[in-house]
């Protein structure tokens, strides 16, 4: 017998009956102990041991349980628990459910769209690209998903607002699920999008009641010659910062951090909302606002501001040879990224690289052209200089202080 000592109690676990189990489920599976030694990447000694008595190491206990599609009670026990009775609704996937659900949310999938051949049911989506304005159509393509953001969202009760954030930055209540494609179907309607489809996988003992993981993909085409990518960047543009409403979906790791040290802080208010409201605004969406420059102006670069903050986004559009020099003090900082500062006690370098600190969206243009684009942007949200090119060897360079007064 092996006596393992656990908080309130002795187990006692008879190791010759978890080898002869360990044996048994090994064949049922039609593998040999070399076979089972090669998906566990271990020894085929190791293997040979725990079906002569051995017991497994603690750390390989879920892996080789989970290989034999059985529980780790189950393996340490030596038996399988009664089977009889069990279904996949008992499991925690009721298909009539699921069934109910797809018909809730197909309501949300309904589009005007001519080019969406068919709607939610099948497992791809159809949609016919041909474009009669576009002589060299290429696929642009992107996927997302809010991060840590969303775990505060299901927590807070913003479900709908969340899917705000997939589609601009780009389970299991039937009540939520509908919410969620509901707010992807606005999502999406506010920024010209056809939602064709999705896939929704209900997984209970994987992802935990309560907990949602959310992913998000759009394809696109654009004419080959009016690829944005930077390479028309010259020394002497002018970089311009559309300002952002917040946090978006960068940040929040290091906020929850935040809110479990000071649980208070939820409800402190910050011009006139309380916190969690203020971190939980859904991201702006900046298509809108930039549609309407692509015909009137050329655009030499587009950056947008997300995890790595200006200096990690921005140097991706730089070409070789050229600096995009920032003049941090010309930053507009939002109250929300002043309060997290002085709360968390957060150095400049780390809100620069953990937050976007007010700055959304950054568009590098000509001097020529600079006015035009500012007042057209301005429009729809705050735009201001805050950077030029020059030549130099650094794709980015900070001057000056961020403003936190």
């Known amino acids: 017998m092996f006596i393992i000592k656990e908080k309130g109690g002795i187990n006692m ?22 076979q089972l030694a090669n998906k566990l990447s271990v020894s085929f ?95 642009v393509l992107k996927s997302e998903e809010p991060g840590s953001k969303q775990k505060l969202a299901m927590e807070y009760g913003y479900s709908e607002s969340i899917c705000h954030d997939m589609i601009n930055h780009l389970v299991n209540e039937k009540e939520t699920i509908a919410s969620l494609v509901k707010g992807i179907s606005q999502a999406c309607q506010n920024n010209e999008c056809s939602l064709v489809g999705g896939e929704t996988s209900i997984q209970p003992q994987v992802v935990e009641h309560g907990v949602y993981v959310l992913t998000s993909s759009i394809a696109g085409i654009v004419a080959k010659d009016k690829v944005i990518d930077g390479s028309k960047i010259s020394a002497g543009d002018v970089i ?23 649980p208070q802080i939820k409800l402190e208010r910050i011009m006139n909302e309380t916190f969690i409201e203020q971190i939980m605004k859904p991201h702006t969406p900046y298509y809108q606002a930039l549609k309407g420059l692509f015909t009137k102006v050329s655009i030499h670069g587009m950056a947008h501001i997300t995890g ?48 976007n600190c007010g700055v959304g969206f950054n568009v590098v243009v000509s001097q020529q052209d600079k006015r035009q684009v500012m007042e057209h942007l301005s429009e729809y949200y705050p735009c201001y200089e805050i950077g030029v090119i020059e030549n130099g060897q650094d794709k980015v360079e900070f001057e000056n202080k961020l403003n936190w007064l």
């Open 308 to 355: 790595g903050g200006i200096e990690g986004n921005l140097c991706r559009v730089i070409p070789d040879g050229l600096t995009a020099k920032i003049d941090l003090a010309k930053i507009n900082i939002l109250p929300i990224f002043k309060y997290i500062k002085h709360r968390g006690n957060i150095d400049d370098k780390e809100m620069l690289n953990t937050f």
């Open 45 to 139: 000694q190791a293997v040979s041991k725990w079906e002569n008595g051995g017991l497994p190491n603690v750390e390989i206990l879920s892996d080789l349980a989970a290989l034999l599609e059985i529980t780790v009670d189950e393996l340490l026990a030596g038996v399988e628990k009664e089977l009889e009775g069990l279904s996949y609704s008992k499991a925690g996937v009721d298909i009539a459910y699921s069934d109910a659900i797809k018909r809730e949310m197909k309501q949300y999938l309904k589009t005007s769209d001519p080019r969406v051949l068919n709607g939610l049911g099948p497992f791809a989506s159809l949609y016919d690209i041909s474009f009669s304005d576009i002589k060299h159509p290429v696929l």
């Open 13 to 34: 676990i008879n190791v010759n009956k978890v080898g002869e189990f360990i044996t048994l489920k090994r064949k049922e599976k039609g593998l040999t102990q070399q």
């Open 240 to 262: 311009l910062a559309i300002a952002s409403n917040g946090l978006h979906t960068n940040g929040y790791s290091l906020v929850r951090m935040l809110m479990d040290k000071y």
